[in-house]
């Protein structure tokens, strides 16, 4: 990898420490509504959101050097997130009342910790520098 191109690690961590806690956060919020409702909602959210930063960027990488990763690997992780979600939380529903927090948490922590690891993998496997 040639000098200065190397990615920045800590921005890279940083993002996915606060996507982390938005999509907890966006879970916990919606605690309250039906899951399958809440779980369509913020699905919608997850794959929506991907695309429209990805046109943001591409316009912007105009300008920069920066790689984007490609799309598909990104939508179909956020889709297996919210699914899984979905699964713990029904699991842990009959256990405690906490159900929607407890899966808040595990959310926002499998984004903060596995994202970068994640993004790194796709990022090879699609030949970035």
Same mark, same amino acid.
């Given at each position: 990898?040639?000098?200065?191109?190397?990615?920045?690690?800590?921005?890279?961590?940083?993002?996915? &420490? #606060?996507?982390?806690?938005?999509?907890?956060?966006?879970?916990?919020?919606?605690?309250?509504?039906?899951?399958?409702?809440?779980?369509?909602?913020?699905?919608? +959210?997850?794959? *929506?959101?991907?695309? *429209?930063?990805?046109?943001?960027?591409?316009? +912007?990488?105009?300008? &920069? &050097?920066?790689? @984007?990763?490609? $799309? !598909?690997? $990104?939508?179909?992780?956020? *889709? &297996? @997130?919210?699914? #899984?979600?979905?699964?713990?939380?029904? $699991? $842990?529903?009959?256990?405690?009342?906490?159900?929607?927090?407890?899966?808040?948490?595990?959310?926002?922590?499998?984004?903060?910790?596995?994202?970068? !690891?994640?993004?790194?993998?796709?990022?090879?496997? #699609?030949?970035?520098?």
């Amino acid at each position: 990898m040639p000098p200065g191109s190397e990615p920045n690690v800590t921005g890279l961590r940083l993002a996915y &420490t #606060a996507a982390g806690l938005l999509i907890g956060g966006a879970w916990a919020y919606g605690r309250d509504v039906p899951l399958w409702e809440h779980a369509l909602r913020l699905g919608v +959210l997850v794959v *929506v959101v991907p695309p *429209v930063l990805h046109l943001v960027r591409r316009r +912007l990488r105009r300008r &920069t &050097t920066a790689q @984007l990763l490609p $799309l !598909r690997p $990104l939508v179909v992780a956020k *889709v &297996t @997130l919210v699914a #899984a979600a979905m699964v713990v939380q029904l $699991l $842990l529903t009959p256990l405690t009342a906490r159900a929607p927090f407890v899966t808040a948490a595990a959310l926002a922590a499998v984004v903060a910790v596995g994202g970068p !690891r994640w993004h790194r993998n796709v990022r090879d496997a #699609a030949g970035a520098p």
